[in-house]
């Protein structure tokens, strides 16, 4: 799944509310606020004197670390992660924060949001820096192990991109297993080290309140956890019976392409390492209209037609295969005030990173066109899951048969004759997704509630219930730690599906309000700079400036709802 890359003073940078007390509701004398406005901005200045530079190092280093694989660089990432990590976590600094929020003098409507925003980061690292860094140091060491491993069958070291080719094409059952059983071992490599690195998180989050760290991540980002469980419930209860129908017929078409029956389908027959994409069961191939298409190019030409340059940021990105390099994708955001903005991409000619492509670049758009004008606190995406929500919408274009014809040049004739297929595929891929992304809710919510379980057993039994997958017989193995962002981005997942949720209810926006489509009318994209307008104003300047589920109110008219979703791929 590609995803924004979220370092940790991003996880940490939140908008939830929190009420003050001190003289707030007091009538405050003007002299006082001046004052003490004059104050804290003076505070904040010298803070982010020390943060800004250390920020931006440590976002460097990262993105270096991930294309080299060098442990030189990993080490040089995880230091200034360190460095970071001892200046929010200063008690005087929240000291001085802390006294700012309770005076209740800070009205100026920007400052008193920078204020909220900058109070509960510190508040997020108020533990012992040597357990901070301790965890750093170990994140960083997981995340080298899974850059520098690769599956091997045979003598052939294969990579994620390799594995995922072979697991697609391959219809012999003995290979398909190798492959899959391979490419899982570095669960065992790494298993150890994230339960070890969860209990270190779980204890960090106990010493601040909180019950685990699944539920202060989520609270900290202003979700609210039992609000956040009954949305997955409700969404499990949507999504069920149409995956169910869907995954009979494609079970039935799965077997007969292995020659096997049915009742025989294994997990390595759906071809993904976690049947967290659609297999191809519908007429179409899409990856053949991009086999002999410039990947890189088609993305920045659709993205200049919006309006919407990314040449700048292409210019930077790491986009294509190394050795030990970090074989996923996420856009980084090195410097707020520079726009110093990368992708890094493993691209291939194919549907998947055509998609790829459009999705890391949609993240990266959005932190382009932050207003500068913003406190530099509170100039970042208004949520991690509304920056999801515009990749994900952006992505879903890669599939679209209308989109193909205007972009990449499919004749007419070829886009009425996929069009039905491609819809079908989408349709498919949403539900299939829908059910692997309560697997990793659940599996996270899970083992920070109780990681001495048996979590090799958690973790099939979600898999049987939401995916309908069949567990490999006498399996025991940490299959879990095998999927990169249980350890390297925690409590992160559901963020996805709230992204999806919003990618439909803006493209319905965009329809309705923008292009002003009518009844039954295929709307495009494509040279619509009225599009990408839209998207600067309503979504991307405002940043973090409000609560995000009040940004998706003044973006679209309604606060957050499953609704869209549901009438584009459900119902």
Not at 202 to 230: C, T, V, W
Request: hydrophobic share 35%.
């Amino acid at each position: 799944m590609k995803r924004s890359m979220l370092l940790i003073f991003s996880i940490f940078i939140i908008v939830v509310l929190i009420s003050g007390c001190g003289k707030q509701g007091e009538t405050a004398n003007m002299e006082e606020v001046k004052k003490m406005e004059a104050e804290y901005s003076k505070f904040i200045d010298s803070l982010l004197k020390v943060v800004k530079p250390t920020y931006k190092n440590m976002s460097l280093a990262y993105f270096e670390a991930s294309v080299s694989g060098e442990p030189a660089d990993w080490d040089k990432s995880a230091k200034y992660e360190m460095e970071l990590n001892s200046i929010l976590s200063n008690k005087e600094n929240f000291a001085k924060i802390k006294k700012f929020k309770e005076s209740g003098l800070i009205q100026d409507e920007l400052k008193a949001r920078e204020l909220q925003v900058t109070y509960n980061t510190l508040l997020g690292m108020q533990i012992d820096t040597s357990k901070l860094n301790a965890m750093t140091k170990l994140q960083t060491e997981i995340a080298q192990k899974y850059n520098n491993f690769r599956a091997k069958v045979g003598k052939k070291e294969m990579t994620d991109n390799d594995v995922e080719d072979a697991l697609k094409t391959s219809k012999d059952s003995k290979f398909l297993e190798q492959v899959w059983t391979e490419q899982k071992k570095i669960g065992p490599i790494v298993a150890q080290d994230i339960i070890r690195l969860v209990k270190m998180r779980n204890d960090a989050a106990k010493e601040l309140g909180f019950k685990n760290y699944h539920e202060m991540s989520l609270r900290l980002s202003e979700q609210n956890p039992d609000d956040i469980s009954k949305l997955f419930d409700e969404l499990d209860v949507l999504t069920k019976d149409a995956f169910k129908q869907e995954k009979q017929k494609m079970d039935l078409i799965l077997a007969v392409g292995c020659n096997i029956k049915p009742e025989d389908l294994m997990p390595w027959h759906y071809q993904n390492r976690f049947f967290q994409e659609a297999p191809k069961i519908y007429d179409v191939d899409l990856d053949t209209y991009y086999t002999n298409i410039d990947i890189a190019k088609t993305g920045q030409e659709f993205y200049q037609g919006l309006n919407l340059p990314i040449n700048d940021m292409a210019a930077k990105s790491d986009l294509y295969e190394k050795p030990k390099k970090n074989q996923h994708a996420y856009c980084i955001d090195i410097d707020r005030d520079a726009k110093d903005i990368r992708v890094l991409c493993n691209i291939k000619p194919n549907s998947r990173w055509m998609e790829t492509m459009l999705h890391e670049f949609g993240h990266a758009l959005y932190e382009k066109y932050l207003d500068n004008n913003l406190p530099w606190i509170i100039k970042q995406p208004a949520h991690t899951f509304t920056t999801e929500a515009i990749a994900m919408m952006f992505g879903r274009l890669a599939t679209d048969p209308q989109w193909m014809q205007e972009v990449i040049k499919i004749n007419p004739e070829e886009k009425t004759k996929i069009a039905d297929a491609c819809f079908k595929t989408l349709r498919l891929q949403q539900l299939v997704f829908s059910r692997w992304s309560q697997v990793m809710y659940r599996f996270e919510k899970s083992m920070y509630e109780n990681p001495d379980q048996d979590l090799n057993k958690l973790w099939w039994d979600l898999v049987e219930k939401y995916q309908m997958l069949k567990k490999p017989a006498d399996r025991n193995q940490p299959d879990w730690a095998s999927k990169i962002h249980i350890a390297t981005s925690p409590c992160y997942y559901h963020n996805y599906h709230l992204g999806e949720l919003l990618a439909s209810q803006l493209y319905y926006t965009i329809e309705n309000k923008v292009l002003k489509a009518k009844d039954n009318e295929k709307i495009s994209f494509v040279g619509k700079p009225d599009v990408g307008k839209f998207l600067v104003d309503n979504v991307f300047k405002p940043g973090s400036r409000y609560p995000w589920n009040t940004m998706i109110e003044k973006a679209t008219g309604e606060k957050l709802t499953a609704n869209y979703y549901a009438k584009q791929f459900v119902k």
